[in-house]
C-alpha cells in the first residue's frame, strides 16, 4: 500500500515541552511539505524539502524545525517558541520529476498544548 | 503575492443538485491548479489537478474548469449526493527555483441534504 503516514493521530503536551510528529512516504517522492491548518483559515506552509539534507522556510516558520535525513522521512519538531501550537499538521509529498507537481497527503495529526 | 479566494464559504444544497464552487487567484502565472476534499477531523484527498495548459478536467461527477486569463477555476458537481458532504479546497502550484508550492484558498464547506 502506497502512501502517507502521519503519527500519532492525536497527541497532547503540557506548554513549554517540545514535541515531534512524524511523517513517512513511501511513494518515492522527492518533496515533501508541512502544513498548518486553523480552524476557518486555510493551509499554510511551515517547512518544505524538494531533496535530501536539504529544507526551506515556509511562510509560518518560527518555532518550528525539521529535519530530511532520508527521502521517506520528514518529522516536524513544534518547540517551545512556538506561541500558539495548538493546531492540524498535515503533511505532504510530490515527484518533482513530473510536471504536474501535484502534492498528496498524510491524514493529519491533532496537536493539543495546555 | 499570490491570494486565492473561495466563494461561497458555506453551502448548503438538497440532494441531486447541481452546484458550481468557485475559485479566484490574483496572479496568473500559476503552474497548475489542484482540487482537494477535505472531511472532517481527516487528511487531503486529491479530486482534480488541471495543467496550466489545459481548460478542464473531469471524474466521474466532478468536472473542474480554469481560466487562467481571468484567474478563475470552477468544481462542478453533477446530481449532488450526502456522501460529498465536505469541505472542498482550491490550490494553485506556483514555480520558484526551490520548486512547486501549493497557495491555498480557505475552503467552501458544503453540505448536501438527503
Known amino acids: 500500500d502506497g502512501g502517507i503516514t502521519q503519527s500519532p493521530k492525536y497527541l497532547f503536551r503540557k506548554e513549554g515541552q517540545n514535541v515531534t510528529l512524524s511523517c513517512e512516504q513511501n511513494?518515492?517522492?522527492?518533496?515533501m511539505y508541512w502544513y498548518r491548518q486553523d480552524p476557518g483559515q486555510g493551509l499554510r506552509l511551515i517547512y518544505y524539502?524538494?531533496?535530501?539534507?536539504?529544507?526551506q522556510k515556509g511562510d509560518i516558520a518560527e518555532g518550528y524545525s525539521v529535519s530530511r535525513e532520508k527521502k521517506e522521512s520528514f518529522p516536524l519538531t513544534v518547540t517551545s517558541a512556538q506561541k500558539n501550537p495548538t493546531a492540524f499538521y498535515l503533511c505532504?509529498?510530490?515527484?518533482?520529476?513530473?510536471?504536474?507537481?501535484?502534492?498528496?497527503f498524510g491524514p493529519g495529526t491533532r496537536l493539543t498544548v495546555t | 503575492k499570490q491570494e486565492v479566494t473561495q466563494i461561497p464559504a458555506a453551502l448548503s444544497v438538497p440532494e441531486g443538485e447541481n452546484l458550481v464552487l468557485n475559485c479566484s487567484f490574483t496572479?496568473?502565472?500559476?503552474?497548475?491548479l489542484q482540487w482537494f476534499r477535505q472531511d472532517p477531523g481527516k487528511g487531503l484527498t486529491s479530486l482534480l489537478l488541471?495543467?496550466?495548459?489545459?481548460r478542464e478536467q473531469t471524474s466521474g461527477r466532478l468536472n473542474a474548469s480554469l481560466d487562467k486569463s481571468s484567474g478563475r477555476s470552477t468544481l462542478y458537481i453533477a446530481a449532488s449526493q450526502p456522501g460529498d458532504s465536505a469541505t472542498y479546497l482550491c490550490?494553485?502550484?506556483?514555480?520558484?527555483?526551490?520548486?512547486?508550492?501549493?497557495?491555498f484558498g480557505q475552503g467552501t464547506e458544503l453540505s448536501v441534504k438527503p
Open positions: 505532504a509529498s510530490s515527484s518533482q520529476a513530473g510536471v504536474s507537481y501535484e502534492q498528496y
Open positions: 511513494l518515492n517522492h522527492d518533496a
Open positions: 524539502s524538494q531533496i535530501v539534507n536539504d529544507f
Open positions: 496572479d496568473s502565472a500559476i503552474y497548475n
Open positions: 488541471i495543467q496550466s495548459s489545459q
Open positions: 490550490a494553485v502550484i506556483q514555480l520558484d527555483n526551490q520548486g512547486g508550492k501549493l497557495i
